[in-house]
C-alpha cells in the first residue's frame, strides 16, 4: 500500500503537466490482497442483494456503518440498521479508498446488475492524505464518480455528502471547504444529484468536534477522521429527510 500512495504522490505533479488528473483516473489497488478481497466481497453481496434500494458508495467512514466495536462510542452497526437496514442497503465501502480508486471499481462491476432508487455517495477525504490532491484535482474526481454513477445506475437519484470535516491540518480543512464549496455550486438545482453539507452536524461553535470521533480515543490517538456511533446518527439523521424521499 506504501509502495502504491509514493507512487500516486510522485505522479502527482506530473498528471498536471501532462493535462491528466489522477483524481479522476481509474487507479485500482488490486496488488492489495486484502483490498481484492474486500472489493470481491463487495460484488458478492451486490449478487445476493439484487433488490436493494440503497447504495451506499465510499472510502473507510462509509465501510464504518459496519463497525460494532464494542465499546459504545464505535458501535455504529446499530445506527446502520435503524436507518438502512429497511431498504436492503448496501455499504461499498473500502478502507483508503481515493476518487480514483472508486472509479476503478465502477468501471470493474461495483454496481453491475442492481437498481437502487438512491445512492450516496461519500468520497474525497482520502484525496487529501497521502496522495495529497487538493480540491483543484479532487472536485473533478468526485464530479467523475458522480458521472460514472449517473452513468451505470441511470435510474438512481444520488445524494452526494460534501467530504467531512476533520482534525488533520489547515491544509486539508482549507481543501475540504474549497471542494464543498465548489460541488455545492455545481450541483445545484440539478434534479438527478442532490448535494448535501453535513459539516455542522460534526462541529462545535464552528469547528469540528472530536467527541464525536472514533480516532481520537483509539490507542494511540489518531487524527479525527472517522464520526463515532453520535456522529454517525446525526448525518443518518440529517439526510434522512432526503433519504425517505428517494428510496422506495
Given at each position: ?68 466495536g ?80 449517473r ?41 438527478n ?5 453535513v ?17 481520537p ?32
Amino acid at each position: 500500500m506504501k509502495r502504491l500512495l509514493l507512487a500516486l504522490c510522485l505522479l502527482a505533479p506530473l498528471s498536471a503537466h501532462a493535462g491528466v488528473n489522477l483524481a479522476e483516473a481509474p487507479i485500482g489497488r488490486t496488488s492489495l490482497p486484502w483490498w481484492q478481497a474486500r472489493f470481491t466481497q463487495t460484488l458478492e453481496q451486490a449478487k445476493a442483494n439484487p433488490n436493494a434500494k440503497i447504495i451506499w458508495l465510499g472510502d473507510s467512514i462509509t465501510y464504518y456503518w459496519q463497525r460494532h466495536g464494542g465499546h459504545g462510542y464505535d458501535d455504529i452497526l446499530p445506527v446502520w440498521n435503524h436507518y438502512y437496514a429497511p431498504y436492503a442497503a448496501l455499504d461499498f465501502g473500502i478502507i483508503g479508498d481515493t476518487t480514483s480508486s472508486l472509479i476503478w471499481r465502477l468501471d470493474h462491476g461495483q454496481v453491475a446488475g442492481l437498481h437502487p432508487s438512491l445512492t450516496i455517495i461519500l468520497i474525497g477525504a482520502n484525496n487529501f492524505g497521502r496522495v495529497h490532491w487538493d480540491a483543484t484535482m479532487t472536485v473533478p474526481g468526485i464530479e467523475a464518480v458522480v458521472t460514472n454513477t449517473r452513468h451505470r445506475l441511470p435510474g438512481s437519484h444520488i445524494i452526494l455528502l460534501g467530504v467531512l470535516p476533520s482534525i488533520r491540518s489547515p491544509w486539508v480543512d482549507a481543501q475540504t471547504t474549497a471542494t464543498n464549496a465548489a460541488l455545492a455550486r455545481h450541483y445545484a438545482g440539478n434534479p438527478n444529484v442532490t448535494f448535501i453539507d453535513v459539516s455542522r452536524v460534526l462541529q462545535k461553535n464552528g469547528k469540528t468536534d472530536a467527541s464525536l470521533y472514533v480516532d481520537p480515543r483509539l490507542t494511540p490517538p489518531e487524527p479525527a477522521l472517522h464520526p463515532n456511533a453520535t456522529g454517525m446518527a446525526r448525518i443518518a439523521a440529517f439526510i434522512q429527510p432526503e433519504v425517505e424521499k428517494y428510496a422506495r
